[in-house]
Structures are given as structure tokens and as C-alpha cells.
């Protein structure tokens, strides 16, 4: 099968991404093998390609955003019929057994696995996944449209649940790609009120026809304080521009798996009042089974630019650059 590996972690437009030829994987115990109809592009694939997180697997092939159909079933996968369509996510393994694996907490926990960073992922014609480890997926919305829920969606939700926005609250965004034109979607839905803060006309412009309260260029302040807010864009110095801009008592959550360095923070301007700063580690199997239910019930759609596979390496790119609103998807070609 044709599948990209990333042989030389470096900047993407030095080509740290191969379209190789593998054998397809064999579905170990418990383990599916899909045939990937679509894979989003997350920033966490250009993190993985450009060395930004360590290598976990050499040459992995990345992609934690998955819409494919079952081929086969290893010994023992249940749930899932040959032929019915799962969506493979980024946690594929944790132990079950540690302190916050037994209280809930299974994104933080040591022993976890991550498809596309320490296995591989569906940058590829087939890949696999624990069947424990897979969704289901709605019936009425396309392969497409669904792929960048897996993850964009997905964290988005966590950094809006570690956000503890109050009913009907003001929310900003710093950012708005693949994951905060979800998480938008999402928070508008269920009443709040939502200030984006971005550069790009692009993606602007997105937020406003999402129905976003006030857009803004990426280091304005919001026309009101912010009961939460919630950084997309891997940059630290955006941090103490946020925490200004939340009101008495206000959470920051930092959605970012790699975030630049935090410059200090003045005390008085940035920290006192109670105000709070949350990181964001992954995300629960309950989690992502309550996004894709809530995604459903609200309609929640991402805005999609498709890439044929054979040009991963252009998708990425193009993440990098800003050149597309939205999430970048890729099909097989
Ligand atoms: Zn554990
Ligand atoms: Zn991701």
C-alpha cells in the first residue's frame, strides 16, 4: 500500500515526508484493519513531521483523524461488523490499570499510545486500530465532513469542558483552524457568546459566517472581558494576551499539544482575581463519544478543503501557511 513516513523530522517545506510503499498491516489481537476513505490534517501531523514532538517511532506514517471502513478483524475485536464505518481517533492505548486510568482520567495516562506519533496512522491506504479504541460513527454525514471531528472536534471539546465556560457565557478564540471553527460551532450552539480573535481574512471570515459575536486580529483585545477563553494557536505569547483579556475569575485553556514558550506574567494584570490557566492533555474515550454525539445533535460540520493522498506533504504546507480556512482533508487517489 502506499503510505507517507516521516524519515527526517524537519520544516515540511524541506520534504520531511516520504510516499513510501508498505506491506498492509496485519490486525493484531483485538485489533481492526480499516481501509482509510478519508484522514484530516491535524497540526499535530505538521508537530510530528517537523520535530516539534520527538520521535516516538521512527518513520512513523501520521494521521489520527480516520474515517474508513472494517476489512478485517483480528482475534477477539468485537463490536464492529466487516464492512461497517469507524472512525480511528489519536489515543490508541492506555494500560487501564494506573492511578488515572482507574479514576477517569484516562488522557493522562503514562502507558498511553498515540495513532500517528507512536503507531501509525491513516496517512495511508490501510491502517489499524484497537477495536476498544474506535468509533462509531453517524450514518448521515459524509466521510469528508467527518474526519476532522476526530480530533479538531474532539480536543476542542475537551479545551471548552477544561474552559468551565458559565451558561450563556463570553468565550474567546485564539485561533481559528480546524479546531476552533468546531469547538465555535459547538459553544454557539449551546448559547454562548463567542469573540474570535485570528489573523488571516480567511479565516475571519469563517468565524463570521459561523455566527462569531466579534472577530478580531490575533493579539486585539475583545470589545467585552471574557468569562473564558481557550488558545488554538500553538503560541505562547499569546497567553498573557488572553489572561488580559479575561474578566474576574476567567479560565484559559491552552489547547495545544506543543506550545511555544510563556513569556512571564505580570501578577496584578494577568493572574490575580482568581483567574486560571488549564492545559488540555489529549482527551478521554468519553470524551470523544460525547462530542460526536453533541457534533450530531447540533449539526456540527466541518468547513473541508479535500487533498488527494499523494500530496500530503502539500496539505501540510498549506497548514503551516495558513492558506486554507478550516480543515484540510485527505482521500485516497
Ligand atoms: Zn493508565
Ligand atoms: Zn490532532
Known amino acids: 500500500m502506499r503510505a507517507w513516513s516521516v524519515t527526517r523530522p524537519g520544516p515540511v517545506d524541506e520534504h520531511p515526508l516520504e510516499l513510501v510503499d508498505k506491506p498492509v498491516p496485519t490486525p493484531g489481537a483485538g485489533e481492526l484493519l480499516v481501509r482509510v476513505r478519508a484522514c484530516g490534517v491535524c497540526r499535530t501531523d505538521l508537530h510530528v513531521s517537523e520535530g516539534d514532538l520527538p520521535v516516538h517511532r521512527p518513520g512513523v506514517t501520521p494521521g489520527h483523524e480516520v474515517v474508513g471502513e472494517v476489512v478485517e478483524a483480528g482475534e477477539g475485536a468485537l463490536g464492529f461488523e466487516r464492512g461497517a464505518r469507524v472512525g480511528v481517533a489519536w489515543l490508541h492505548h492506555t494500560d487501564g490499570t494506573c492511578t488515572y486510568c482507574k479514576r477517569g482520567s484516562e488522557n493522562l495516562c503514562p502507558a498511553s499510545l498515540y495513532t500517528g506519533w507512536d503507531v501509525d496512522g491513516g496517512y495511508a491506504e490501510y491502517t489499524t486500530v484497537p477495536a476498544d479504541f474506535a468509533y462509531h460513527l453517524p450514518d448521515n454525514v459524509d466521510d469528508v465532513t467527518l474526519a476532522p471531528l476526530l480530533c479538531a472536534g474532539i480536543i476542542g471539546y475537551r479545551a471548552l469542558k477544561r474552559a468551565s465556560l458559565p451558561e450563556g457565557g463570553r468565550l474567546g478564540l485564539y485561533g481559528f483552524g480546524g479546531s476552533a471553527h468546531l469547538c465555535a460551532q459547538l459553544a454557539i450552539a449551546q448559547g454562548a457568546e463567542v469573540h474570535v480573535m485570528?489573523?488571516?481574512?480567511?479565516?475571519?471570515?469563517?468565524?463570521?459566517?459561523?455566527?462569531?459575536?466579534?472577530?478580531?486580529?490575533?493579539?486585539?483585545?475583545?470589545?467585552?472581558?471574557?468569562?473564558?477563553?481557550?488558545?488554538?494557536?500553538?503560541?505562547?505569547?499569546?497567553?498573557?494576551?488572553?489572561?488580559?483579556?479575561?474578566?474576574?475569575?476567567?479560565?484559559?485553556?491552552?489547547?495545544?499539544?506543543?506550545?511555544?514558550?510563556?513569556?512571564?506574567?505580570?501578577?496584578?494584570?494577568?493572574?490575580?482575581?482568581?483567574?486560571?490557566?488549564?492545559?488540555?492533555?489529549?482527551?478521554?474515550?468519553?470524551?470523544?463519544?460525547?462530542?460526536?454525539?453533541?457534533?450530531?445533535?447540533?449539526?456540527?460540520?466541518?468547513?473541508?478543503?479535500?487533498?488527494?493522498?499523494?500530496?500530503?506533504?502539500?496539505?501540510?504546507?498549506?497548514?503551516?501557511?495558513?492558506?486554507?480556512?478550516?480543515?484540510?482533508?485527505?482521500?485516497?487517489?
Do not use: C
Request: aromatic fraction near 6%.
Open 198 to 333: 485570528t489573523r488571516g481574512a480567511q479565516a475571519q471570515a469563517l468565524a463570521r459566517s459561523l455566527g462569531a459575536a466579534s472577530v478580531n486580529g490575533a493579539y486585539d483585545a475583545p470589545p467585552v472581558p471574557l468569562d473564558a477563553a481557550i488558545t488554538f494557536a500553538p503560541v505562547g505569547d499569546l497567553v498573557p494576551v488572553a489572561m488580559r483579556a479575561l474578566d474576574r475569575g476567567g479560565v484559559l485553556s491552552i489547547a495545544g499539544i506543543h506550545l511555544s514558550d510563556i513569556p512571564a506574567l505580570n501578577y496584578e494584570r494577568e493572574l490575580f482575581y482568581e483567574k486560571e490557566i488549564r492545559s488540555v492533555t489529549a482527551n478521554t474515550r468519553d470524551d470523544g463519544r460525547e462530542f460526536l454525539e453533541l457534533a450530531a445533535r447540533y449539526g456540527v460540520a466541518a468547513t473541508t478543503h479535500t487533498y488527494p493522498l499523494s500530496k500530503a506533504d502539500q496539505a501540510l504546507s498549506d497548514l503551516k501557511a495558513g492558506r486554507f480556512d478550516g480543515a484540510a482533508v485527505l482521500v485516497p487517489d
